[in-house]
């Protein structure tokens, strides 16, 4: 047996660091220009579209199938650089930071299992994996460098805090459907 399945989900998936090098909060290195310590990044993928061709074998009540497609999502980066100064103090100069969104591309594979309860009923039980491949992201916008110059933020030289990066997705869904046929 054979099919295809379009799916789309809107996801509330939103994770919050901070670039650090342990876990405490350490002063700009001597020489150094920003600590790299200060920077609270924020991202979530807002939703997923899989597109998807199964292919199954019916034994009696039971359809057993893998399946395989493109999957696509709505990630979203923001970042805030607190600019903590060169003592390590943070004194609420929240000036920096930005945010960027793209979609990213990929493709699902899975297996699943659905047992037919009665003609109108069934029960179902899938695991599908999705990759979401890198894409270039830029979350830039207003802010400054901490030169070292001074103690405080922005006592050097300022410029656009830019980050440019490629992140990468790589998600393990397993549903349970119970499914009603008209």
């Not at 996801?11 to 405490?24: E, P, V």
């Not at 893998?66 to 060169?86: I, S, T």
């Not at 109108?120 to 992201?137: D, P, Q, T």
């Not at 103690?151 to 990066?165: A, E, F, K």
Request: one cysteine or more.
């Amino acid at each position: 047996m054979y099919g295809g399945e379009v799916s789309y989900s809107m996801l509330s998936g939103s994770h919050q660091d901070w670039t650090k090098a342990d876990d405490k909060r350490q002063p700009i290195p001597p020489g150094g220009i920003v600590s790299g310590q200060d920077d609270i990044f924020s991202s979530d993928l807002k939703s997923l579209a899989l597109l998807s061709g199964r292919l199954g074998k019916k034994i009696d009540k039971l359809l057993i199938y893998g399946r395989a497609g493109l999957a696509v999502g709505d990630y979203h980066l923001a970042v805030l650089d607190k600019n903590v100064a060169r003592n390590g103090s943070n004194t609420g100069n929240n000036t920096g930071g930005g945010s960027d969104r793209v979609w990213l591309t990929g493709y699902s594979v899975g297996v699943g299992g659905e047992y037919l309860l009665d003609e109108s009923w069934s029960v179902g039980l899938e695991y599908n994996y999705v990759r979401l491949n890198a894409a270039n992201i830029n979350a830039g916008g207003t802010g400054c460098y901490n030169t070292g110059a001074g103690t405080l933020p922005c006592s050097g030289v300022t410029g656009p805090v830019t980050y440019n990066m490629r992140p990468e997705i790589a998600l393990r869904l397993v549903a349970l459907h119970v499914s009603y046929r008209f």
